[in-house]
């Protein structure tokens, strides 16, 4: 299982750091980082290969979103900067079902190619 936190209400501008983590090692397996808003379908955010050599990011978060991993620690981190009302969301968390995949971002932002899913932790941006 994967467990998603970090989230809460901030104010537009502030920063948040949203980590993965899973009950066993995922360190073999892409991980990706998906959101879902009041009313909206599920879209991509961020992936990061097994291997963190590869990341990809949304383009209206591009520059404020960076995604990271710690394979030591069993840890992927989104980091979040000058939030926007527009990223208020459930994020959710998942887990490649291939292992070793060094995707392109076509593959990290399809959600049928993971397998496990985080619970989702709620980012709230007020403006």
């Known amino acids: 299982q994967l467990q998603a936190c970090g989230g809460g209400l901030v104010q537009a501008g502030d920063s948040l750091r949203l980590s993965c983590t899973a009950g066993r090692t995922f360190g073999n397996y892409g991980v990706g980082w998906f959101r879902q808003a009041p009313g909206k379908g599920r879209e991509f955010v961020a992936g990061?290969?097994?291997?963190?050599?590869?990341?990809h990011v949304l383009d209206s978060v591009k520059g404020r979103f960076t995604i990271s991993r710690d394979n030591a620690k069993n840890t992927v981190s989104l980091e979040m900067n000058n939030l926007k009302p527009e990223d208020t969301a459930v994020y959710y968390c998942?887990?490649?079902?291939?292992?070793?995949?060094?995707?392109?971002?076509?593959?990290?932002?399809?959600?049928?190619?993971?397998?496990?899913w985080g619970q989702g932790t709620l980012v709230t941006v007020s403006s």
């Open positions: 990061i290969t097994w291997n963190g050599a590869r990341g």
């Open positions: 998942a887990r490649d079902r291939t292992s070793y995949t060094t995707g392109s971002y076509a593959y990290a932002s399809d959600e049928n190619n993971y397998d496990y």
